[in-house]
């Protein structure tokens, strides 16, 4: 089972909106609802940002938001700040017998 | 708080095995699952499996099988990961998390598919010669 892909890096000004994909197959993303977003910073924990889709954990700023296309997956960060600079990963249940994929991780740059 | 705290860096040898603990507190750590999460130096995120701290039951990914094993302690509220024949590979930071409860269906139920919404700090594992 291979990782889903994300581009390693998206980049944004202060204020704009930027969107992160996640690509997988009929056997995880585009098969589930189970779709979730994690935000890390460096030397630290992954953070819980949406789960299922498009819910944000209660904490989670309404800036972050999730969508789903066919088996594509999608975080869309709007008004950037500072602190979003961080890495971010999709993961997704998976039918195979990986059970459950995480992406490549995006490198989040504020520029 | 709710907060995972998980035992301290490992050095070990290829071949040799290796067991890191996880403790909770401030929620019931039956109710919840505890998924493993490793993270090889400057790479991305990989699912070791998950324990149900209610039964025991366990989900290993098929690349794990057989070399992972999962238990919890409830009555210290304690997850525990073996990890087996050490490989060089294996070098990695390793995190427990607990699975985030679902409830929308009218009862409540904790998975690794639902989401990981409190992690530990993490356990550096070496493997070298």
């Known amino acids: 089972q291979s990782a889903l892909t994300q581009p390693a890096s998206v980049s944004g000004s202060p204020g704009q909106s930027i969107t992160i994909s996640c690509t997988g197959a009929?056997?995880?993303?585009?098969?589930?609802?189970?779709v979730t977003w994690y935000q890390q910073h460096p030397g630290k924990a992954p953070k819980l940002m949406i789960y299922?889709?498009?819910n944000r954990p209660s904490g989670v700023p309404d800036r972050f938001s999730g969508s789903k296309s066919g088996n594509t997956a999608s975080l869309t960060i709007s008004g950037l700040q500072a602190e979003d600079e961080a890495h971010y990963y999709c993961?997704?249940?998976?039918?195979?017998?990986?059970?459950?994929?995480f992406g490549t991780g995006t490198k989040v740059t504020v520029l | 708080q709710v907060q995972l705290v998980q035992s301290g860096a490992e050095v070990k040898k290829p071949g040799a095995s290796v067991k890191v603990s996880c403790k909770a507190s401030?929620?019931?750590?039956?109710?919840?699952?505890i998924s493993w999460v490793r993270q090889a130096p400057g790479q991305g995120l990989e699912w070791m499996g998950w324990?149900?701290?209610?039964?025991?039951?366990?989900n290993y990914p098929q690349k794990l099988r057989g070399r992972v094993t999962m238990t919890t302690d409830t009555s210290t509220s304690t997850a525990y990961m073996e990890v087996r024949s050490l490989r060089s590979d294996d070098t990695a930071l390793y995190y427990c998390?607990?699975?985030?409860?679902?409830?929308?269906?009218?009862?409540?139920?904790?998975?690794?598919?639902?989401?990981?919404?409190?992690w530990g700090q993490g356990t550096t594992v070496t493997v070298s010669s």
């Open positions: 998390a607990r699975d985030r409860e679902d409830c929308s269906g009218g009862n409540c139920y904790s998975a690794y598919y639902y989401g990981m919404d409190v």
């Open positions: 401030g929620y019931t750590f039956r109710n919840y699952g």
């Open positions: 324990i149900n701290a209610y039964n025991g039951n366990t």
């Open positions: 009929t056997s995880d993303v585009g098969g589930y609802k189970y």
């Open positions: 299922d889709v498009s």
């Open positions: 993961s997704s249940y998976t039918s195979s017998t990986a059970l459950y994929v």
